[in-house]
């Protein structure tokens, strides 16, 4: 990527990097070195990293404006200031799709990916100008982010539909809602039952989780479903469909 590119796309970033292969790294999708040396120079670890930098600037604001809320809104209201949605929103302000290094395959990916791409590259930056510049400068740069949508929270929408986003993603991926749901265990006494739910793919198991009902175990597996799918290629997830 030539200099005056990566000018311009720390501008719209709003942070210059002292080292460059940092925000390059951000940028590199798994499938862009796919069948090359150079597998660990792609962006997931800096994504790893980055979605902890945000959970934890995100909730340090939220629990300074919001005193008086308990720990299930803060949790709620976290996971939907960091939601894909979000991110993706911000990343395509900073035209971020203009500088994603992608295999072929995924360069074709359809809008539903190629958002879910946007979203986890801007994490991955996170934790790019984390490694670059240390927490003061991160810190910084979500707020200047996320500021405003913060500070206006609107708390009767602080809620995500995991399972309703589990079958937009399979519906756009497959064309159909190829995932079921699998109550696994009933445990506990009756005043404290827990249910683990597994979330299925043909049969195939993808995640499970254990909730104190069966809607919020199976939310939840939902949940930690989308994040493995993150983690799988095209072909990958071609093959689980078939």
């Excluded at 405003?148 to 309703?164: A, M, R």
């Excluded at 404290?192 to 939310?219: C, H, M, N, P, W």
Aim: glycine letters at 6%; a positive charge.
């Amino acid at each position: 990527m030539d200099k005056r590119k990566l000018k311009t796309l720390q501008k719209n970033i709003g942070y210059r990097f002292k080292n460059k292969d940092l925000l390059i790294q951000a940028l590199t999708h798994p499938s862009y070195l796919q069948g090359t040396n150079e597998n660990q120079k792609h962006n997931q670890r800096l994504e790893f990293l980055g979605d902890a930098v945000l959970g934890m600037i995100v909730a340090d604001e939220l629990f300074k404006i919001f005193p008086d809320q308990r720990e299930g809104f803060l949790t709620k209201a976290r996971a939907y200031i960091c939601h894909g949605k979000g991110l993706t929103k911000l990343a395509k302000q900073m035209e971020l799709d203009d500088y994603l290094l992608l295999g072929k395959g995924e360069q074709k990916a359809k809008t539903k990916s190629r958002s879910q791409m946007l979203g986890d590259s801007l994490e991955a930056i996170i934790g790019a100008v984390y490694m670059d510049g240390g927490y003061k400068p991160v810190h910084k740069l979500v707020l200047n982010w996320l500021s405003n949508e913060i500070q206006n929270l609107d708390i009767d929408t602080v809620s995500i539909n995991y399972k309703g986003e589990l079958q937009e993603w399979s519906q756009s991926h497959f064309a159909d809602n190829l995932f079921s749901y699998s109550l696994l265990e009933e445990s506990g006494p009756d005043h404290a039952k827990q249910f683990t739910v597994a979330v299925l793919l043909k049969d195939q198991e993808i995640a499970r989780a254990t909730g104190y009902s069966k809607k919020e175990a199976e939310a939840l597996a939902a949940k930690q479903t989308l994040r493995e799918l993150k983690k799988k290629s095209v072909k990958e997830l071609s093959t689980l469909a078939n």
